[in-house]
């Protein structure tokens, strides 16, 4: 898993801090870049792509963000 610079192309421009995922942005661990990409996995890297908040903090924004949707 090596980072061969395509992720550049599909890196997500607007960093917003809560609303990375929420906008469908995915987070690449190797290139370590958020994107916007429609596949499971890292068009560079080939890594899976991590596409949910890991930690709770970030899952209770979600469940708010549901609400007042
Ligand atoms: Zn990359
Ligand atoms: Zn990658």
Known sequence: ???KGICVRHKALKPIDIGRYLSGQKRCQVCQVFMIWGGFYCPCCG???????????????????????
Do not use: A, D, G, H
């Open 47 to 69: 890594y899976r792509l991590r596409t949910k908040p890991r930690n709770k903090k970030y899952k209770s924004i979600l469940n708010l963000s549901k609400v007042y949707q």
């Open 1 to 3: 898993m090596v980072c």
